[in-house]
């Protein structure tokens, strides 16, 4: 009786827009589509864990399929839709997913940016009210003519933000050159969805896990992404970007990576670094990491258990946690595709084991946050 139902939001949701894949099936290196013979779909290869497997396919020592099957869950609009409703999302800030558009030749990247751009917003407005979007950069384009992008997206009526790799420009997001990007996006006032891609080093994982894949992605996904976040963070936070950026706004993928957890050893590292010290960089005046995640940064929820949730809770609050489920990423391998998927039921169900059903920091973070709290709401 009177009371609205607070709506449910997904703020991490990825899609690969139709001419974003016919780009990745005319390439031969990843990321890139391809097909093989014993495979009845198409496979969409990102990662570099996945090279050497590619190889392996194609010298004939291994059967082993590389990437995962490009399913319309990736690229078709309608089931977008049919997955929000399949899971009770009202709304959906949908991405391009990884990598955006690093790989793309520096010429063609101001027209394929705004062209994915304009894609995204045209999706939006088919479903007016349901989904809002992040752009991808044309990190690669001409420093100034970047610069000059940027602010062009407050004329995309459905972008919110941006979504946005840990390379930057080539050198980190601690890089200098990108201080314009990070000052025109607090301009426009959009939110910056850090995402990961890269992972670390292959030669992290050891000669089992890349030549024998005997551990299929669990490696780079569960632990090398979360850690390529908290490298980038801190580097930003080392950097200064916070401090000179103050009205920035940063939502970090995966929970933060390991941040909530690492920001206490982080802050002991600081206090404890006599080169630092002696530089001056340690005052009183120093905001510490705890700080800039009570300010400026929201984390999604995307982290499967109650306990790195609860860690997410103690570092950045319950006003800046944000629901989120990673599609089309992590489908059901042993159910159908188009029924629930189970790794949205985990991260739903984090979000209720940490704050109690019914609550209203559950509600919050299931959707009020997106949509009152955070720069996603503006209208
Ligand atoms: O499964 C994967 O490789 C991925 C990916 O590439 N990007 C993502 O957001 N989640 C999972």
């Not at 864990?49 to 590389?66: I, Q």
């Not at 080093?201 to 089992?208: A, I, L, M, S, T």
């Not at 010290?277 to 005052?283: A, D, L, S, T, Y």
Request: hydrophobic share 40%; charged share 20%; aromatic share 8%.
């Amino acid at each position: 009786t009177g009371t609205t139902k607070q709506k449910v939001v997904d703020v991490h949701t990825h899609m690969y827009p139709p001419e974003y894949i016919s780009l990745l099936k005319s390439r031969s290196s990843i990321p890139m589509v391809r097909t093989f013979s014993n495979a009845p779909e198409p496979r969409l290869i990102l990662l570099n864990a996945e090279v050497d497997l590619v190889a392996a396919m194609e010298s004939g020592s291994s059967s082993t399929l590389p990437g995962r099957p490009l399913t319309s869950h990736y690229s078709d609009l309608a089931q977008k839709i049919h997955f929000m409703d399949t899971h009770g999302i009202d709304i959906s800030v949908i991405s391009l997913a990884n990598p955006w558009l690093d790989f793309v030749p520096s010429a063609d990247a101001i027209p394929i940016a705004t062209s994915i751009a304009k894609e995204f917003d045209d999706m939006c407005s088919s479903h007016p009210g349901r989904l809002f979007f992040f752009a991808a950069l044309p990190l690669t384009a001409p420093l100034d003519s970047l610069n000059a992008w940027v602010p062009q997206l407050k004329k995309a009526k459905y972008c919110r933000g941006v979504i946005l790799g840990t390379s930057g420009l080539g050198k980190g997001l601690d890089d200098p050159e990108l201080l314009p990007v990070f000052e025109a996006l607090e301009t426009a006032g959009l939110m910056i969805f850090l995402h990961p891609h890269y992972g670390l080093p292959n030669e992290v994982w050891g000669p089992r896990a890349t030549s024998n894949n005997e551990y299929g992605h669990v490696l780079p996904l569960a632990l090398g992404f979360p850690m390529e976040t908290t490298i980038a963070v801190t580097r930003m936070y080392l950097a200064g970007v916070f401090d000179r950026f103050k009205s920035l706004r940063m939502l970090l993928a995966h929970s933060g990576g390991t941040l909530p957890f690492l920001a206490g050893r982080i802050e002991s590292c600081i206090l404890h670094d006599g080169h630092l010290v002696k530089e001056g960089k340690v005052g009183p005046s120093r905001r510490t990491i705890w700080e800039v995640l009570k300010e400026q940064i929201y984390l999604d929820a995307v982290i499967y258990s109650e306990v790195g949730l609860k860690t997410a809770l103690q570092a950045s609050g319950a006003d800046r946690l944000m629901f989120g489920t990673d599609h089309p990423f992590f489908p059901p391998l042993t159910s159908d595709e188009q029924g629930e998927w189970e790794s949205v039921g985990l991260n739903a169900e984090a979000v209720t084991r940490a704050l109690g059903s019914g609550t209203q920091e559950e509600a919050a973070v299931m959707g009020g946050n997106a949509v009152v709290r955070s720069p996603l709401g503006r209208s």
